[in-house]
């Protein structure tokens, strides 16, 4: 089966060096697309992938999205782009993103997170090397290895590239359903690669992700930030009101605090409590991943359980707050509580969206403050559950056996890709999550790293699932 596939795994190893360099490139673009200031560099990372696309022989499309919602910034272009047309191969659309989480080198990074760093065991060090950048070029990488290898490819591939996905991907629902009996007619099934293996050694494919709300809470008094010796005691403080409420969403044991939240979950069946024995996963492995043992549960099921079927509520931060290091004795004049609510089957946006205002208006009353409040979502993006039954799935095991050496497990994921369920629907194609990196790569983290041979592996198994797929039965 996937005869061609030797030569082409020893193109990519021969190409590795090359490979490294685009990701060291990609890398070095800071496409942090929460933050205004680096927008432009978002538009350079899109730009960048269009010029390697397009010198690879791909038609490529800068589809431009409007402002981003509320402000007055350009959103990112999303590059979509084609490789080969022929009318006798499948068609895989493939997604991904080329923006990237906020990272300084001193929120505690070891080196600067925007150079791709290479440690000795093999550790490929900078922010977007795993999340996403790493993965995108796979698919280039795909391309490349089969061009200089002389290798037919093995299908007509549709790319799909956004800038926006960490903050919510604003713009591309509307894109993608008014794409899907245009752009995306031809596609007869859909691969995102943007996740991670449960632990550092088994690959898995992934049929579910959690769902994401998140939320705003906006105190405010004081017409400007007070000194705390002239104003402590005088005025009703902002940031006092804000961290009350923070505390009453969620407790020390994970459980979520506001009503109409558990009462939306499916209840666990028979069939799937039987699930989670057979999944490859230790707690040693997320003890590594975590880099502590300050674990909510101490067992692999109640763990692999809150992370894939359940819901769960992260408070992320504070705008306006002093953070810094020092003692500045201000009063915070307005202050903004950032949380989100990782949503599972069967809870709603809207009805949970509901729940939470509710619920925080309700907690602010009861403190009788005179102070102002605001709660509002600032993003929302829906959870996806498919079959993993299809050939999609076969495809994409037998390649993971033929590149790894192993069966790979069947896995849901706690993380969040929102335009995943969009695919599904606006195709009516199967869509399939196919990771590259590893759970010890610190995603959204300082150090997030990709492993070379996860990496250099990775591009194989693109490749060989492009080659499985062009053989495989529809069912
Ligand atoms: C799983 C994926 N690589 C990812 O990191 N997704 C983000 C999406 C998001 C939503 N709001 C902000 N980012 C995530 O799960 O946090
Ligand atoms: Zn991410
Ligand atoms: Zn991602």
């Not at 978002?42 to 402002?67: C, P």
């Not at 956004?162 to 591309?172: H, N, R, T």
Request: aromatic letters at 10%.
């Amino acid at each position: 089966m996937a005869p061609q596939l030797d030569g082409y795994f020893q193109k990519v190893d021969e190409l590795s060096d090359k490979f490294i360099d685009r990701l060291r490139q990609a890398v070095a673009i800071p496409s942090v697309s929460a933050e205004a200031a680096r927008r432009p560099d978002v538009v350079r990372m899109g730009q960048f992938l269009a010029d390697e696309l397009t010198k690879l022989g791909a038609s490529v499309e800068l589809r431009q999205l409007g402002k981003q919602e509320g402000t007055d910034l350009d959103l990112p272009p999303v590059v979509l782009a084609r490789y080969g047309n022929d009318k006798s191969k499948r068609t895989i659309l493939v997604y991904g993103h080329y923006d990237v989480q906020p990272a300084q080198k001193s929120d505690g990074w070891d080196t600067e997170p925007f150079e791709l760093v290479i440690k000795e065991d093999g550790r490929m060090c900078g922010r977007g090397s795993t999340d996403d950048k790493g993965p995108v070029l796979g698919w280039l990488n795909a391309i490349e290895a089969h061009q200089v290898a002389g290798i037919d490819f093995p299908v007509n591939l549709l790319m799909c590239f956004e800038g926006m996905e960490e903050y919510g991907s604003d713009g591309l629902d509307d894109l993608v359903y008014a794409e899907g009996k245009g752009f995306f007619a031809d596609a007869d099934a859909v691969c995102i690669s943007d996740n991670y293996w449960l632990g550092t050694e088994k690959p898995c494919l992934t049929y579910g992700l959690r769902g994401v709300n998140y939320y705003n809470i906006e105190v405010s008094g004081p017409g400007a930030d007070l000194h705390s010796g002239v104003f402590g005691g005088t005025a009703q403080e902002p940031m006092t009101d804000l961290v009350r409420i923070m505390a009453s969403l969620v407790d020390s044991e994970g459980r979520i605090l506001i009503p109409g939240i558990a009462e939306q979950v499916a209840p666990v069946t028979p069939d799937e409590e039987g699930l989670y024995d057979g999944i490859s996963f230790s707690m040693e492995t997320l003890y590594e991943s975590l880099g502590s043992k300050t674990t909510i549960f101490d067992d692999k099921k109640r763990t692999l359980m809150a992370r894939w079927r359940f819901p769960s509520l992260s408070l992320h931060g504070i705008e306006g707050a002093f953070s810094g290091s020092g003692a500045k004795t201000v009063i915070p004049a307005k202050v903004i509580g950032k949380f989100s609510i990782r949503t599972v089957p069967n809870m709603e946006i809207e009805k949970t969206n509901e729940a939470v205002v509710r619920y925080v208006e309700e907690v602010f009353s009861k403190l009788g403050s005179k102070n102002t409040l605001k709660v509002y979502p600032q993003h929302c993006g829906r959870w996806w559950v498919a079959s993993p039954n299809h050939w999609n799935f076969s495809a994409a095991a037998k390649a993971t056996e033929r590149v790894w050496g192993v069966k790979p497990d069947f896995t849901r994921e706690g993380g969040s890709i929102p335009v995943t369920l969009t695919f599904e629907q606006a195709t009516g194609k199967n869509v399939l999550l196919l990771p590259m990196g590893s759970s010890t790569d610190g995603a959204h983290s300082i150090n997030e790293k990709l492993d070379k041979r996860n990496y250099i592996e990775g591009i194989k198994l693109l490749g060989a699932y492009l080659h499985y797929v062009a053989e495989e039965p529809m069912n």
